[in-house]
């Protein structure tokens, strides 16, 4: 029995193969990697911080530790393959520190009152090129 067009579902496109020929799959870029994820997560933290205005700044909600932790975003790190470190502080001011493997984040963007009134918000400033454009920014 001979196979002329397989659509394979781990293949977008149809595969044409000859008479007894195997399928050959191209190895796809690790879309697992910390460094990935790192990517996406700034880009949805910058896309976010553009509905703020200048009384809010980003805050994170941890849905995972069973009990109500909000902090400040001050940066996001990373260490391949699979652990990811969000840098801020507390709302009482506390710097914290959180390291999760990429399999297990969850938490919840939310907007959080200026850490001081007086200064304009922080913002993370780590803005992909593609999302300072759609914020009217030019490249410096």
Do not use: C, W
């Not at 044409?16 to 460094?35: I, R, T, W, Y």
Request: proline share 8%; aromatic share 8%; hydrophobic share 40%.
């Amino acid at each position: 029995m001979a196979v002329n067009k397989s659509n394979l579902p781990t293949s977008p496109q149809v595969v044409e193969l000859q008479d007894n020929e195997l399928p050959v799959f191209e190895m796809q870029p690790d879309q697992n990697l910390a460094s990935d994820f790192h990517k996406r997560l700034i880009q949805m933290i910058a896309e976010f911080e553009l509905a703020l205005d200048e009384q809010h700044e980003v805050g994170m909600r941890l849905v995972s530790f069973g009990q109500n932790v909000t902090l400040r975003v001050d940066g996001i790190g990373y260490y391949n393959p699979s652990l990811i470190r969000f840098f801020g502080t507390t709302e009482a001011g506390a710097p914290v520190e959180l390291i999760q493997h990429v399999s297990q984040i969850s938490f919840l963007l939310m907007a959080v009152k200026k850490a001081d009134p007086a200064n304009p918000p922080k913002r993370i400033g780590f803005n992909p090129p593609e999302v300072e454009k759609e914020a009217g920014k030019e490249d410096v």
